[in-house]
């Protein structure tokens, strides 16, 4: 298994724990849409949230800078294609950021859950 792999899975282990420890619940991991990935489609009361995880090892600057508008429009479509596959109403979905920044011993420095992102115009 290669070291991006691995550190994908880790920083998607991170992060679901962080969004249970916040009161949400994990319903898929791993999604495969027509347009890509989705990490993590977690429920938050009554809003299906699908979550990207941004994980950093030892590199300047933080995760969540990693984000660019492309993936968010990418992200957003593949949410919509989620919500018509699964019966979800898009006007209950939003979605969220985990970054998480690692040590150079491959501890997690810095977590940090952003909520509703905007997603930006083409």
Same mark, same amino acid.
């Given at each position: 298994?290669?070291?991006?792999?691995?550190?994908?899975?880790?920083?998607? /282990? *991170?992060?679901?724990?962080?969004?249970?420890?916040?009161?949400? !619940?994990i319903?898929?991991?791993?999604? /495969? &849409?027509?347009?890509?990935?989705?990490?993590i489609?977690?429920?938050? $009361?009554?809003? &299906?949230?699908?979550?990207?995880? !941004?994980?950093? =090892?030892?590199?300047? $600057?933080?995760?969540?800078?990693? %984000? &660019?508008?492309?993936? %968010? /429009? =990418?992200?957003?479509?593949?949410?919509?294609?989620?919500?018509?596959?699964?019966?979800?109403?898009?006007?209950?979905? !939003?979605?969220? %950021?985990?970054?998480?920044? %690692?040590?150079? !011993? $491959?501890?997690? &420095?810095?977590?940090?859950?952003? /909520? $509703?992102?905007? *997603?930006?115009?083409?």
């Open positions: 298994m290669s070291q991006r792999k691995d550190l994908g899975e880790f920083g998607e /282990r *991170v992060a679901a724990h962080r969004l249970e420890a916040s009161g949400m !619940r319903l898929a991991r791993n999604v /495969r &849409t027509r347009g890509g990935e989705i990490d489609v977690a429920q938050d $009361g009554g809003d &299906t949230v699908f979550v990207e995880v !941004r994980a950093r =090892r030892n590199v300047p $600057g933080v995760a969540a800078e990693s %984000l &660019t508008p492309l993936k %968010l /429009r =990418r992200m957003w479509q593949c949410a919509m294609d989620y919500c018509d596959t699964n019966g979800v109403s898009p006007e209950r979905a !939003r979605i969220d %950021l985990v970054s998480i920044d %690692l040590g150079p !011993r $491959g501890d997690a &420095t810095h977590v940090e859950h952003f /909520r $509703g992102l905007e *997603v930006p115009e083409a």
